[in-house]
């Protein structure tokens, strides 16, 4: 497997790994060690090797590092450390090729947040120091400065990660000589966790609040909300609903149903809460077939907001009319109770997030 497609394959891993909250890299210093394997396909004598004809070598070893970096910012860092990349070996007649490969190396490394994943590529150089030991030439030994590259994910919990990386080397032969390794990271981190803040105000104490709902007299447009009623920023209730039922086959408004309707006339002309906006969902029994009473769930979400209308309500587009025909009942339709409220019109905010 060639560097190229392992550095891919660690590109294709993160999709699974994606989560909805976004986790990135603490900024600050970290430090970090990882294990691995070392694969070579070179010839020998590009390490030194001075026989007569040419020796291929390919293999394989279990190698090593050891990294310290430092993160100016969640998408930007430096990187730099210690290899011991093991070492690959061959036998060719009576001649023993061993070469051991190790070296000091130092990366800029840029990442990208995908969830409480980092996707990283790094460019640098090494320091690669070889040691070539022949049986029947004696030993050498070299240092040769290539360049370094890789790409990887780490999967970052607090200050700690877990990473998962490809690194090649050399500036026209990648795919010869690369390392593949997995690791630990902790991170200890330049900043402060920052402090939640509080859920909600609390009113001071010298402000007026006749209703107890936390906000004061003076900006209070609904002061009769009941003491521990979840507000708006205006004192009016988040979570009001109402429910209007419905004769059967009808969508007409019965006395009671308007006069539940006037109670929150006053507050939806309110020019100073108009951003109240909500839902109107019509709703019918099940006696009928479905598309009828999608067509009759409808006129009675129409028939309320037609009613709103006409108290001098504007609704334009602050709520929406929807019929649910026989959809979603909230009791059962085997008796006439049930039935009774099935039909029905629903009104409910929905700007306060509740």
């Given at each position: ?8 394959l660690?590109?294709?891993m ?59 910012f ?23 090729i ?10 800029a ?63 026209n032969?990648m ?26 105000a ?17 900006e209070?447009?609904c ?16 979570n ?10 009808s969508?007409?408004?019965s ?22 906006s ?8 099940s ?20 009613y ?5 309500v ?22 006439e ?7 029905r ?10």
């Amino acid at each position: 497997m060639t560097a190229r497609k392992i550095i891919t394959l660690l590109a294709l891993m993160t999709a699974p790994m994606v989560c909805a909250v976004a986790h990135a890299a603490e900024e600050g210093i970290y430090l970090g060690a990882s294990g691995g394997q070392t694969n070579v396909d070179q010839n020998a004598d590009e390490f030194g090797y001075p026989g007569p004809f040419n020796v291929k070598l390919t293999d394989d070893d279990t190698g090593w590092k050891a990294y310290l970096g430092y993160n100016f910012f969640p998408w930007l860092g430096v990187e730099g450390g210690y290899v011991d990349f093991g070492g690959v070996s061959r036998s060719v007649f009576d001649q023993d090729i061993k070469v051991d490969f190790s070296g000091w190396d130092g990366f800029a490394v840029g990442r990208l947040p995908v969830g409480p994943v980092d996707v990283f590529v790094k460019a640098g150089v090494i320091d690669l120091r070889t040691e070539l030991d022949v049986n029947s030439a004696g030993s050498s030994n070299e240092n040769d400065t290539q360049l370094a590259y890789g790409a990887g994910i780490a999967y970052n919990y607090g200050n700690w990660s877990v990473r998962a990386e490809a690194e090649g080397f050399d500036d026209n032969a990648m795919d010869d000589f690369y390392f593949i390794s997995g690791g630990i990271t902790y991170t200890f981190a330049s900043k402060p966790a920052p402090v939640a803040a509080p859920v909600a105000a609390v009113a001071p104490a010298q402000c007026p609040d006749a209703d107890a709902d936390g906000v004061c007299d003076a900006e209070d447009e609904c002061l009769d909300t009941a003491a521990g009623t979840s507000v708006d920023s205006m004192g009016c209730n988040c979570n009001y609903s109402m429910a209007l039922e419905f004769a059967f086959d009808s969508a007409r408004l019965s006395p009671r149903d308007m006069a539940l309707l006037d109670e929150i006339v006053p507050v939806l002309k309110n020019p100073k809460v108009n951003f109240i906006s909500g839902e109107i969902n019509g709703h019918t029994d099940s006696i009928g077939t479905e598309q009828y009473n999608l067509g009759l769930s409808k006129r009675r979400a129409e028939a309320v907001a037609a009613y709103l209308q006409q108290q001098g309500v504007d609704l334009g587009d602050r709520f929406t009319i929807n019929g649910f025909g026989e959809a979603y009942p909230i009791a059962s339709n085997d008796t006439e109770a049930g039935r009774a409220q099935n039909r029905r019109v629903e009104i409910r905010r929905t700007d306060c997030g509740t």
